[in-house]
T-cell receptor
C-alpha cells in the first residue's frame, strides 16, 4: 500500500517559474525522501529530510516537513526544461529502509 | 565502479510464460531491493535482501513471484506463469549494510520494462 499521497498529480509551468509539490503520509517516520524519475525509468535521490528537521535546502530545491500534519513539500525554484520529470516522496518502513512511495507528481517545464 | 544495472531493459512475453529479471547491484552493497512500478503509479516494494537472505518478502504479490540472490551480489526476480497484470517496470536498488536508526541511500537501476501480451 502507498504511504504517501502527492498533489498535484500533474503540474505544467514555464521556465523560470517555481514548482511546488506536496506529499502527505500516514504513519510516523524518521525521515522523508524525494526522488526524481526521468522517462519512467531509474530514480535519482534528490534530498532527505529527517523528522527533527523542518526545512532543508539543496541548490534550487527546498523541502519542508510538518510532522504534525504528516506532510512535506518540495519547491523547485527557477525551473528549467531539464527539470521535466516525475517527482516522488518516499518514507522508509518495516525497519529495513524499504521505501514506501507516493503516486508522484508529473512536472512539465516548458521553454 | 558502475551503478546498478538491470537486464533485460525490455521484455515482451506471452501470458503464461516464465520470465527472469536480473539485477547487478553496486559492488560491495549488501542490501538489495526490488520494486515494481505499474503505469502511471508510484513504486511498490516487493522484496528486500540483506546478503543472500531475504528477511522481508512481504511485497511479493503472489506465489508466482520469487527472487534469489547469490554470492551476496546478483539477484534474479522470477515470475512464473505471467499474467497481463504483471506488466510493469521492475526496478532494483542497492545500498550499504543497514544500520538501525541510520539511513543508507538507495541507488536505483534503470529498470526492466515487462510487457505481458
Amino acid at each position: 500500500s502507498q504511504q504517501g499521497e502527492e498533489d498535484p498529480q500533474a503540474l505544467s509551468i514555464q521556465e523560470g517559474e517555481n514548482a511546488t509539490m506536496n506529499c502527505s503520509y500516514k504513519t510516523s517516520i524518521n525521515n522523508l525522501q524525494w526522488y526524481r524519475q526521468n522517462s519512467g525509468r531509474g530514480l535519482v535521490h534528490l534530498i532527505l529530510i529527517r523528522s527533527n528537521e523542518r526545512e532543508k535546502h539543496s541548490g534550487r530545491l527546498r523541502v519542508t516537513l510538518d510532522t504534525s500534519k504528516k506532510s512535506s513539500s518540495l519547491l523547485i525554484t527557477a525551473s528549467r526544461a531539464a527539470d521535466t520529470a516525475s517527482y516522488f516522496c518516499a518514507t522508509p518502513a518495516g525497519g529495513y529502509n524499504k521505501l514506501i512511495f507516493g503516486a508522484g507528481t508529473r512536472l512539465a517545464v516548458h521553454p | 565502479g558502475a551503478g546498478v544495472s538491470q537486464s533485460p531493459s525490455n521484455k515482451v512475453t506471452e501470458k503464461g510464460k516464465d520470465v527472469e529479471l536480473r539485477c547487478d547491484p553496486i559492488s560491495g552493497h549488501t542490501a538489495l531491493y526490488w520494486y515494481r512500478q505499474s503505469l502511471g503509479q508510484g513504486l511498490e516494494f516487493l522484496i528486500y535482501f540483506q546478503g543472500n537472505s531475504a528477511p522481508d518478502k512481504s511485497g511479493l504479490p503472489s506465489d508466482r513471484f520469487s527472487a534469489e540472490r547469490t554470492g551476496g551480489s546478483v539477484s534474479t526476480l522470477t515470475i512464473q506463469r505471467t499474467q497481463q497484470e504483471d506488466s510493469a517496470v521492475y526496478l532494483c536498488a542497492s545500498s550499504g549494510a543497514f544500520h538501525r536508526g541510520a539511513y543508507n541511500e538507495q541507488f536505483f537501476g534503470p529498470g526492466t520494462r515487462l510487457t505481458v501480451l
